[in-house]
DNA sequence: AAAATTTCCGTGCACGGTAACGGGAAATCA
DNA sequence: TGATTTCCCGTTACCGTGCACGGAAATTTT
């Protein structure tokens, strides 16, 4: 079609065989630097780009791509992630592209450097990384880039490292949309922050920056309002009821309600029996149980960055990176913040 | 890899060769009634798929698929759908898709009707389909099915005809969105309807189901609120600003504006120069005009729905269908209604 | 019954690239 | 100088399909 340009014609016009051209091609040695030069001069001035169809077809290998995600637990942000997996489109999956799911536990670093061999081990063309441990994650990166292969971030990235592109939601912003639509770009009084109690773990806080652009919107479209802080356990629905009940008891003046990570859907049980007319309750994710709320209205807002879409394009990046040598356009541009309310949501 | 089965196997057991074989699985004739079944049952039992690469590789040709729009003026939103060929992914690209833009002239029918005869002289394998004119885009419609040609609609579409897919808002919903978005949840007093006058062209209001949603969630969240229209000539800026003039003078508490067409950056000068402090405008679609407003705080949010993204997300359905033989998981669920407001259209 | 068609089917090459195999020439060694 | 090794490179057999070509068998025509 438009390529018309085939290794035969470089063979010719070299001199030299296929299987020579095939050998620079493949960098495989056994080729006198002379010849070398000469064949991948004509590449470079006829623009020969090999035909990925006859390639699949003699090789038939295809490719392997591992992806590395924290172990979702049903109805979680990571099993929302894992998802993606599943919806990478036809076309590259035709292209010979394999998947594989590794999972470790987000609470251990121990469990990701174990996962980090696993891949290791399964020798993958490429790898698609949700990194939460930053030690550890520096030290895979860097056996990665030895071996040569390209890896792909998804929610969140290391600063500065030779990763092929990043898909994610840009925190600080997102906790700032996340004032605004709490607001409606009025001023408020007051606002109530819920968190979650953190063991000491070695990652730290994900959602700092997040609430950053929150504090930072709200210093600067309402000064004078409010904000405090409550933290509840996630697994104990009890004593997060409680601890609600005796925030509003001392302050009832109070309405609206945020939380910086997907778990808005824990409240969703006290809010529902609490009912405040014009309370505003905000939160992050499309998770199953969040958006069922939204529906009902519990909640009147989510920013969502749609974890599975997240992952699905990092798969087809990395695929076109290695089975078609194209890297994709920009490394960071790849992230959205999607405002969700119960009249968009259906149509998401 | 995984789909072992080949054409070879599949004459091996059934006693014939390969080509006889390739002959019934491209139906084109010279096989007897008896060698037909037999390989037709023998292809179901193991469930043949025929190999894209080796295809694609021996045929060549590859596919067209003809892109037919309304043809769009700079900073349009049809240029804005235009725009999403370029965008289609390398995957499919690398598929053997090559793809023809068709456009017309949006206000004459027969503009249409000829570029339809054009787009079947180009005998495409497939076609995506802005369609306006309902009983021009019938016929058309009617012969593409006779040569067997799939489409896909995108924007709008005929109701009960079988295409392939659908990509474009549900007006209605929008509407609805519009309005919950505009008022913010609460009930105000009063708006203002921006409508453009329309000469009395075939094609219907293509924003009447919006307005009607829009209309709907005010009266039933707003009852006593009063909505007003005031229609303006896209061609003349004055007079667009003189009616505004007009109606602020006889109604000076309406405060919020909406505009249910792309058009919302005609009325951009006039807001700037008439600031109003906590007046909520809201328009659709992400022309680089609106979102610069948007930007600047001018205009206070808009639903998108991404021409581009739809156009490109078109084309990669028939593709998919086409080449890999898979059709699209539904027919019509590929709507998106983005809110973009000024602190997340950066990262549209 | 022989000739002329028609129907049906097998053979073989092409598509562009991969990689094993083997061999000629130069370099090293005996 | 002859034998061996090393370095390069050409040859060749695929990968799975598409399709043109030609021929055998079945059918119709004279």
Redesign the interface.
């Given at each position: 079609?438009e390529n018309k340009v085939t290794i035969n014609d470089i063979a010719r016009l070299t001199g030299l065989s296929k299987g020579t051209v095939d050998r620079v091609l493949h960098k495989r040695g056994e080729v006198s630097k002379k010849s070398y030069e000469k064949v991948m001069k004509v590449i470079e001035e006829l623009g020969y780009k090999p035909?990925?169809?006859?390639s699949?077809?003699a090789g038939?290998?295809?490719c392997l791509i591992a992806v590395v995600l924290p172990s979702g637990e049903k109805g979680s942000y990571w099993e929302l992630a894992e998802s993606g997996i599943a919806k990478v489109?036809?076309?590259?999956e035709?292209?010979?592209v394999?998947t594989q799911l590794f999972t470790y536990d987000q609470y251990k670093p121990e469990s990701f450097h174990q996962t980090c061999t696993e891949v290791l081990e399964a020798a993958p063309d490429g790898v698609v990384l949700a990194p939460l441990f930053k030690e550890e994650t520096s030290q895979f990166v860097l056996d990665l880039e030895e071996k040569g292969i390209p890896y792909v971030f998804v929610d969140s990235r290391l600063e500065s490292e030779h990763y092929l592109a990043y898909f994610g939601?840009?925190m600080y912003?997102s906790g700032?949309?996340c004032a605004?639509q709490l607001t409606?770009?009025?001023a408020i009084g007051s606002v109530l922050i819920v968190r979650v109690l953190r063991d000491k773990s070695r990652q730290a806080d994900p959602t700092k920056n997040r609430r950053a652009g929150f504090i930072d919107y709200m210093l600067e479209h309402s000064p004078e309002c409010s904000v405090s802080n409550i933290f509840i356990d996630p697994n104990d629905p009890d004593g997060t009821y409680q601890a609600l009940d005796n925030y509003f008891k001392a302050h009832p003046e109070t309405r609206h309600i945020v939380m910086f990570n997907s778990r808005i859907h824990l409240l969703v049980p006290w809010l529902s029996s609490h009912p405040v007319k014009?309370r505003r309750v905000v939160g992050f994710d499309n998770l199953p149980e969040n958006v069922a709320a939204l529906k009902r209205g519990t909640v009147?807002s989510l920013i969502a960055q749609r974890p599975d879409v997240q992952v699905k394009r990092a798969i087809?990046a990395l695929?076109?990176a290695i089975?078609?040598q194209?890297l994709p356009p920009q490394k960071d541009?790849f992230?959205?913040?999607?405002?969700l309310?119960r009249?968009?949501v259906?149509?998401?």
């Open positions: 079609m035909n990925v169809f006859a699949l077809l038939g290998k295809g489109g036809a076309d590259v035709a292209l010979g394999r939601m840009p912003q700032y949309l605004d409606g770009g009025f014009g009147s087809e695929a076109e089975v078609l194209k541009s992230m959205h913040m999607d405002i309310t009249y968009n259906d149509y998401y």
